[in-house]
C-alpha cells in the first residue's frame, strides 16, 4: 500500500507556471512507474506525464515542451513543472502510482492521490 499527497496547485493566469510535488509514502523500495494524470470537468480522466525507474519521461503531446516530470528518490517525491500554462489546463491533477510493467497511460490498477486543482485563467 503506498500513499500519495500532492501540493502545488493553484491559480494562475495564461502563461504562467506552476511546480506540482507529490510526496509518496509507505513503501520503501522505487516505485517503477510514476505519473501525473488531470481530469478536467466533464472530462474522462487523461495522462499527462510519466517517469519509470530508469528516470526517462514520457509525455502527451498537448503538454511537451512546457512540462517536465521529475522525481527524487531519496525524498521520495515527483514533481511536475508547468511552464506557459493554457485555460486548456485547467484540471484536479493527480499524482499516480503504478507497480505494474510496462509503465502505460491506463488509469487502471493505480495508486491516487486525492488531487491539486490548477486553474489557469485567459
Known amino acids: 500500500q503506498v500513499e500519495l499527497v500532492e501540493s502545488g496547485g493553484g491559480s494562475v493566469q495564461a502563461g504562467g507556471s506552476l511546480r506540482l510535488s507529490c510526496a509518496y509514502y509507505?513503501?520503501?523500495?522505487?516505485?517503477?512507474?510514476m505519473a501525473w494524470f488531470r481530469q478536467a470537468p466533464g472530462k474522462e480522466r487523461e495522462g499527462v506525464a510519466m517517469?519509470?525507474?530508469?528516470?526517462?519521461?514520457a509525455y502527451i503531446d498537448a503538454v511537451k515542451g512546457r512540462f517536465t516530470i521529475s522525481q527524487d528518490n531519496a525524498k521520495n517525491t515527483l514533481y511536475l513543472q508547468m511552464n506557459s500554462l493554457k485555460p486548456e489546463d485547467t484540471a484536479m491533477y493527480y499524482c499516480?502510482?503504478?507497480?505494474?510493467?510496462?509503465?502505460?497511460?491506463?488509469?487502471?490498477?493505480?495508486?491516487w492521490g486525492p488531487g491539486t486543482q490548477v486553474s489557469v485563467s485567459s
Open positions: 517517469i519509470d525507474s530508469d528516470n526517462s519521461p
Open positions: 499516480v502510482a503504478d507497480f505494474h510493467l510496462p509503465c502505460n497511460w491506463s488509469p487502471l490498477g493505480k495508486y
Open positions: 509507505g513503501y520503501a523500495y522505487g516505485i517503477p512507474c
